[in-house]
């Protein structure tokens, strides 16, 4: 396709710009770094040094639209160039979700310091053994058949049980939760008629989930144990006061469901690049040390966070280019990862980069992913199982077509990159 | 409002407007002073806001728990006024604090 009619697609809409969406980005970037989307007046960001300095400016740029995106027209005709009070008057019709990702200013700096404690090296290596353990058990059950379909079988039951250890949810809750997530619609859904379908209006995961929540935590207060439940239910802001339970209930809701689906997907994503490339499972099962850093390499390459929005609170600017307030931003993070300024060569995977750490997957700034040490350890703990018990993992040619013409399908949304399936052949 | 003063790497020293409660961290980084990298966001999981403390100030900072101190030691350039900055809380009390930038690990 010629570049002009690929970069005037719909990036909100279109699924055909699923497959490859890099080529797009790669389109736009050659427009510029920072280019209108489709002409009108959301701006794409494509460039590293822009999208840092928008995600770092969190007095500018405020993220009530992180998750809804900027795909339908702004519902209200921005005035002047200061737009607080209609962020605030309109927020609900922008889509945003009452959560810590879209708060902005102190509601967000007061959550944030006790989601910020929660995932900490110490409480992590307290579920060492049941994260190795369960994934052996996993891993071995798969290798023993041959065969598996990663995302669904392994990836999605394995992050969302390492969640609900941490968290503390109880064993018999948690097929309960897993079954409501998996009936969803994934974060920045395309299908909107997804949305309007059946009669009666259903409770969303992170409603029914917050039931769920609202009592365990009420629990906790009056009865502590030695898990997050209890932190969380315990936790005040830094000026002393005991949140309202209602926040600490929507935490906790966000924490069960954003911490498996964008995990689940860095390990199929990661297990694709394994698979393709049996040089590289080799040199891993050979020194599993590097499985660290390929999974860095793999976030920059292929994290499963694709763009994040924001939205211009005040008149402002990105390097010298005037920035309206009421201005509408995709920061494409998948594409400020192939930036040529920043990265050498940067469509060829490349174990142990310079700095490679500063990739953007899990974002930057206040909102940077506070669960991205959690996701580190589980993909690669899952990882290591899967090389130490077989000789070989290639993709099912079945399923996914042969070597050179595979078949993938990604999932309808504009935010998440995360194969619907993952059909593998293990061999031992 | 209460101010810290910061060294950067170059040896500019610059005062920045802090809210109490806020994270030394945040207060360097929304100060505009982007060389302090904070790669985590402030979670306690790398040590890029590596900062020293003015021994003047050491008594009034809470003392480095485990983890803090299990990163810190990765660095090369720890020493005994080494901080991450992302757990220290800024108070009223810590007006005037003096902070250097410290230098890149590689």
């Given amino acids: 396709m010629n570049a002009d009619a690929l970069i005037h697609k719909d990036y909100f809409t279109d699924q055909s710009l699923l497959l490859d969406p890099y080529e797009y980005f790669r389109q736009m970037y050659a427009k510029g770094p920072v280019y209108p989307m489709g ?20 007095r500018d740029f405020s993220s009530a639209i992180s998750t809804s995106g900027a795909g339908d027209p702004l ?12 962020l605030d008057v309109f927020s609900e019709q922008l889509g945003m979700l009452n ?4 708060y902005d200013g102190m509601q967000h700096a007061n959550l944030r310091a006790i989601a910020g404690n929660l995932f900490t090296p110490t409480r992590l290596k307290a579920t060492h053994t049941f994260m190795h353990d369960f994934a052996d058990q996993l891993v071995r059950e798969a290798v023993s058949r041959g065969r598996c379909e990663i995302v669904n079988e392994i990836a999605t039951p394995f992050v969302t049980l390492v969640v609900a ?9 948690r097929d309960k939760f897993r079954a409501v997530i998996d009936a969803a619609p994934p974060a920045g859904n395309m299908n909107k008629e997804d949305a309007n379908e059946g009669a009666a209006p259903q409770l ?10 609202f009592e365990y935590l009420n629990d906790r207060r009056e009865h502590p144990r030695d898990d997050v439940l209890t932190h969380l239910a315990q936790a005040t802001y830094p000026d002393g006061e005991l949140p309202d339970l209602l926040e600490m209930v929507k935490l906790s809701g966000f924490l069960f469901g954003a911490g498996q689906d964008t995990s689940a997907k860095l390990l199929s994503n990661a297990m694709r690049r394994i698979a393709e490339d049996p040089a590289l499972q080799q040199q891993l ?21 694709k763009a994040t929005f924001r939205i211009a609170r005040r008149d402002t600017k990105i390097g010298g280019m005037d920035i309206r307030a009421g201005m509408r931003l995709t920061v494409a993070l998948a594409a400020a990862n192939r930036d040529p300024r920043r990265w050498e060569n940067p469509e060829e995977f490349r174990l142990n980069r310079p700095r490679i750490k500063e990739h953007l997957a899990f974002g930057r700034g206040v909102h940077t992913c506070a669960g991205a040490p959690l996701a580190r350890l589980e993909v690669a703990a899952i990882l290591q199982h899967f090389l130490q018990h077989t000789t070989h993992i290639s993709l099912c040619a079945e399923k996914h077509g042969p070597p050179g013409n595979r078949h993938l399908e990604y999932e309808p949304s504009f935010i998440i990159r995360g194969l619907a399936n993952l059909h593998l052949v293990l061999e031992s | 409002m209460p101010e810290i003063r910061v060294i950067t790497r170059d040896g500019d020293q610059q005062s920045i407007v ?27 999981s790398c040590a890029t806001c590596h900062v020293f403390v003015d021994p003047a100030f050491a008594a009034r900072l809470d003392a480095v728990s485990d983890d803090e101190d299990g990163l810190l030691s990765g660095s090369a350039h720890r020493c005994e006024q080494s901080r991450l900055s992302c757990q220290v809380r800024l108070t009223e009390q810590l007006a005037g604090l003096l902070v250097t930038i410290a230098p890149e690990d590689e």
């Fill in chain 1, 165 to 173: 250890e941490i968290l503390g949810v109880p064993p018999e809750d």
């Fill in chain 1, 285 to 305: 099962r050979e020194d599993p040390a590097l499985i660290p850093p390929m999974l860095e390499e793999v976030l920059r390459l292929e994290g499963s966070t």
């Fill in chain 1, 204 to 213: 969303s995961p992170l409603e029914y989930m917050g039931l769920f929540f």
């Fill in chain 1, 39 to 58: 002409g009108g007046d959301v701006l794409l960001v494509t460039g590293f040094e822009e999208a840092v300095e928008v995600l770092r400016n969190n």
């Fill in chain 1, 99 to 102: 959560l810590l990702v879209s």
């Fill in chain 1, 75 to 86: 519902p209200f005709t921005p005035e002047g160039a200061d737009i607080s009070a209609q």
């Fill in chain 2, 18 to 44: 802090f809210t109490p409660g806020t994270t030394l961290m945040q207060a360097i980084t929304e100060g505009g002073i982007h060389e302090l990298q904070a790669l985590c966001g402030g979670v306690c």
